[in-house]
């Protein structure tokens, strides 16, 4: 059984990074074609995709959000970390991590989604 | 960046309606399309990929198709556990974008 929870902390103030951790089990990143993406929804609005790793350590970043994401894997722990850096209040969001499917930008296991609220 | 324009934004449903959502992408993707289903406070679930795809799992009434840069995503008999927002998706190139998505409730 493949699933995926995200864990973050709930509220985050303007400035900080911020630390998203998506734990997996029922796959392996190490294993030859898998990745795992991280997506993210506003409240009310559409989903935006942010950023991929693959099982060799190759990574794709959205460009609008390139310079302030770094994403990382540890195989050993079945764990996915994605950080972001210098958040503001529209960082706002529902942070999903999702397995892909097929293409590295397909995703067919999700998890079930963190709430970030960035304030002061 | 590749943008997705998805339509209607919203659509008056009954149960047992076949319903149409159209998505158009900004330049061509091939068939690197695909569709979810999302209800309030959960995650989207993978209905169709690669623009025709059905995903295991996924109920036979909906269908997509389309390639280049016009889909459809249809459902030919609207059941109650429909109701919810539809996004398209291409995964052709980064960033892999989103429509802005498509709510359909009871009329």
């Known amino acids: 059984q493949i699933t995926l929870r995200e864990s973050a902390p709930t509220l985050v103030k303007p400035t900080q990074t911020l630390t998203l951790t998506c734990s997996f089990s029922?796959?392996?990143?190490?294993?030859?074609?898998?990745?795992v993406g991280w997506i993210r929804q506003p409240p009310g609005k559409a989903l935006e995709w942010l950023a991929l790793?693959?099982?060799?350590?190759?990574?794709r970043y959205s460009p609008s959000l390139k310079d302030r994401l770094t994403i990382t894997k540890d195989t050993s722990k079945n764990q996915v970390v994605l950080t972001m850096a210098n958040v503001d209040p529209a960082d706002t969001a529902t942070y999903y991590c999702?397995?892909?499917?097929?293409?590295?930008?397909?995703?067919?296991?999700w998890g079930q989604g963190t709430l970030v609220t960035v304030s002061s | 960046d590749i943008q997705m324009t998805q339509s209607p934004s919203s659509l008056s449903t009954s149960v047992g309606d076949r319903v149409t959502i159209t998505c158009r992408a900004s330049?061509?993707?091939?068939?690197?399309l695909n569709w979810y289903q999302q209800k309030p406070g959960k995650a989207p679930q993978l209905l169709i990929y690669?623009?025709?795809s059905l995903q295991s799992g996924a109920p036979s009434r909906f269908s997509g198709s389309g390639s280049g840069t016009d889909f459809t995503l249809t459902i030919s008999s609207l059941q109650p556990e429909d109701f919810a927002t539809y996004y398209c998706?291409?995964?052709?190139?980064?960033?892999?974008?989103f429509g802005q998505g498509t709510e359909l409730d009871i009329k």
């Open positions: 790793i693959y099982w060799d350590d190759d990574k």
């Open positions: 029922g796959f392996a990143l190490s294993t030859s074609g898998e990745a």
């Open positions: 690669a623009a025709t």
């Open positions: 998706q291409q995964s052709h190139t980064n960033p892999y974008s």
């Open positions: 330049q061509t993707i091939g068939n690197y």
């Open positions: 999702a397995r892909s499917f097929y293409t590295s930008g397909t995703y067919g296991y």
